[in-house]
């Protein structure tokens, strides 16, 4: 039967007389293809706190650390869930976390996959993660989700800090696809984040944290030492 | 969801008189556009993007069986299940088999137009399962038991105070209050909970990538990133036009889209998804389902005027530079899509019979033509509806106008074919009409013109017909 009705619908498609597309009209390349390594950043900064995100450079790893303090402290979090991707696992964050008091889970932690969502809704009040790349043209966050990568770390806590290596740093889309899905890769899920979850639903008043992060932080780590 | 698509008129009289409704109407469909336009300056030429958005949809139009099937070969290959949806009915029948066959008592969804077309919540409501709509529009919508009111906002019509009632009345909140931000943290709380232990999350679907069996969901709040994440099975809808040839493609649709839905530059979620999780993930769906939906568009596809309509990718924007949209809002359009972007697909979807007062709500002033990032030419179209309507075209189901207005027709036609007949009909026609004159004014003629008075005046005619003052002429000219 449902084959059937593949086939009949594909058949009344392809029976009927079409024309040719019309060609595709020139289109003038992204103004951030022009762009060299630092306005990259200084754009990308720019369009994400316009977004309505928070972007701190930091020159160095310490610099990191430092950063990462104040806005715990800042925001009440004691509990935090990184993510094992190859950004966040060149940190030590585990580390960081024992000298400032807060404890750094990861999902790899956890037996099974009922534990994790339970502690990633409930028992964390912070999503750390790498971004596998940041956008400039939009300011946007663009993540592989893979195993190193859970989907519901920058998701389901209140506050999410993203960790973007200055070298992650690209003008358009079009290249982070180009790379996720270089030969014939097809990653489960790539999301891309342009600030934090908002809605206006209510009375066009807008407000942020709807079901995602309230508040999400872009820390550009400038070097690795 | 019920159709009321032939009380448009009644619906619009009463939204003309409702004042939250006309409070509303004045500021948000003019803000949207104007931060549309000003989104749209970001483009180095943003005329070549918007042409270049008409480009790609025409292509997949085109191509729309070839790049079907592609989609298919790799979705499959990316490990997800297809399902070919004749109708709403098989739909739904797959949807509830999937979800009893698992076990499941309720699902999440994220908003989605194509879902309100299924009526799947009262399908699965019949089956016993809870549907929570959880894009917080929707969920009040869902609530209340309204349409949407606009695509991009369902329930931004909606009083405060009523809000507030409907929350304490369904346990979303105890205690009373009118602030926005408080309701709807009550909202995430109470969705959160369904989130947490959910097994089964449905979404619809804003772009499916032909060569990489991708499908890609654009938000706002993250409730659709929830129902793609939590659960062990997804299910994703979407109507089989929402295919477009690659991951470049879709890449300037987003920008588009985004652009031309609410003005922003990117939406704060996209994500695109291509099969489930992998399995050494630790979260993400471990069964991902799409469902093409067919529902009366192969038959829409067959001619290549309403084919057309398939290009739409439901940003909303014509909704916010229609003069009608802006008058009377969502709720007369009476299906799940609303301003041209309805009146130009439920008439090809759900046939004239009940659509004779949708397709003739434009005034032709081609905004939405101008402004739509698909290249749908809506008045056109309008047009090409209501020819058909009065010539009773049977696929259509057009109606075949009036007894009345035909037999003017007829009249009309003999008397226009024969210059002496013309003569004679235009004397009777002047006198019958200035008998009904008021002063300079003709404010209405008795007979089947009542329609066309109801809004204007007509000047009275005057005692000499343009022909006579002509052959006056001509014989002045002679002496």
Redesign the interface.
Known sequence: M?EN??N???Q???R????????????????ELALDADQLKNQFMA?FQL?GGISYPVANDQALYDRLSDIFRTENITRAMATEDAVITSLQLDQWGARSGVEIVH??G?QD?QS???AV??QVQAGITGATFAVA????IVTG???TQ???VS??PLVHVVVVPVAHIIA???IA?EAL?ADGR????????????????????M?K?????QKIFALVLDSTP | MKITTERFKQTSLEELDNIHTQKFLQILPLRLSARRNEAYESFPDPVAAHDYGHSIRDEAIQRLPELLETFEANAVANGAQVFWAEDSQAANDYIVQLARQKGVDYVTKGKSMVTEELGLNEALARAGIDAWETDLGEFITQLLHRPPFHIVGPALNIPVQQICDIFIEKGVIDSPTVDPVALGMAARQFLRDRFRDLQMGITGVNLAVAETGTVINVENEGNIRLNKSSPRILVCVMSLEKVVPTLKDAMHMLRVLCRSATGQSASAYMSLDSGPKRPDEIDGPEEMHIVILDNGRSAMYQDPQTREALRCIRCGACLNSCPVYGKVGGYPYGWAYSGPMGQVLTPALQGLRDTGDLIRACTLCHRCKNICPAGIDHPSLLLYYRAKDVAGDKTLGGSGGRWGERLVHTLFSIAGSDHRLWRIFSSIARLAANHQREGDRIRSIPIGARGWFSSRNLPALPHKRFRDRWMDLEKSKRK
């Not at chain 1, 944290?209 to 992060?213: A, F």
Request: charged share 20%.
């Open positions: 449902p009705a593949r009949a619908i594909l009344r498609l392809q009927t007389e079409r024309r040719s597309a019309v060609p595709r009209p020139d289109l003038p390349p992204l103004r369009q977004q999902p790899s956890y996959r994790y969502t339970q809704f409930d043209e939009s300011g946007t989700h893979d195993r859970g989907r519901l998701l389901a358009t889309y079009e696809m899905f097809r990653p489960s899920q790539v999301t891309f984040i342009t600030g934090p979850s908002m809605t206006a639903d209510i009375q066009g008043t407000f944290g709807m079901h995602g992060p």
